[in-house]
């Protein structure tokens, strides 16, 4: 059973606060890292899909490297937005394990106004 | 804009009941796959399918069984429902023109057995 540890499991932050979380993974046979924000009510939605160790991707305020020699990922909020409330959720994939996605078990952001 | 479509956002039902999930893509996906969300758990794989008629069991087959007839269709059966079922279940979908395109999920159905 792979291990795919987030952290930390919860966080409360100010609007205008800038934040980030961790997603740890083997690091052995790596072959994608996925991020996805899920709202409340809503259907978990794409972030990044990152398989290069060192990549760094953007959409708006929200950023995420990758790290796959040591296993981890970190994805930052730059200026929390009481909309980007959300459980944030990495999924990695094996390579070698019919590719399927093995889910953490997210971090759950509140964003105060 | 592309679509997952759940057939239903809540469901009750009582133990010992078959149950039919129905989960419907518009984006001619040829992978699908049906998630299980249990609080204090992550997303755990049941089964997944890459081609219509073709099946493949996730991390947690026990109790479940898969339909894939069309394309567009992926159908979660749990043959005789208990209360561990409980849970809420997704549905996703992705483009198999490489293994780690992203995921498109459908909205989720909040399973009760009582």
Redesign the interface.
């Given at each position: 059973i792979l291990n795919v540890e987030q952290s930390p499991q919860s966080l409360h932050v100010q609007e205008g606060d800038s934040t980030n979380f961790t997603c740890s993974f083997p690091s052995s046979n790596f072959y994608a890292l996925h991020w996805y924000r899920w709202e409340t009510a809503k259907s978990p939605e794409a972030l990044f899909v990152m398989t290069l160790n060192g990549d760094e991707k953007k959409k708006g305020r929200i950023s995420a490297t990758l790290n796959t020699k040591e296993g981890y990922s970190y994805l930052y909020i730059k200026g929390s937005q009481p909309e980007d409330s959300a459980t944030y959720l990495c999924a990695f994939i094996r390579r070698g394990s019919n590719y399927k996605l093995t889910f953490g078990k997210g971090t759950l952001l509140t964003v105060n106004p | 804009d592309v679509k997952?479509t759940q057939s239903s956002r809540y469901l009750v039902k009582r133990t010992g009941e078959k149950v039919f999930l129905e989960c419907v893509q518009d984006m001619d996906h040829e992978n699908m796959f049906w998630?299980r969300q249990d609080p204090?758990?992550?997303?755990?794989?049941i089964y997944?399918s890459y081609d219509v008629k073709m099946k493949?069991k996730?991390?947690i087959p026990e109790g479940y069984s898969v339909s894939r007839e069309k394309k567009e269709r992926f159908s979660l059966i749990l043959e005789s429902a208990s209360t561990n079922q409980t849970s809420m279940y997704?549905c996703a979908s992705s483009t198999s023109t490489d293994?780690?395109?992203?995921?498109?999920?459908?909205?989720?159905t909040q399973l009760s057995v009582l």
């Open positions: - | 997952v998630y204090g758990l992550g997303l755990r794989l997944f493949e996730g991390d997704l293994w780690y395109e992203k995921l498109f999920f459908g909205s989720g």
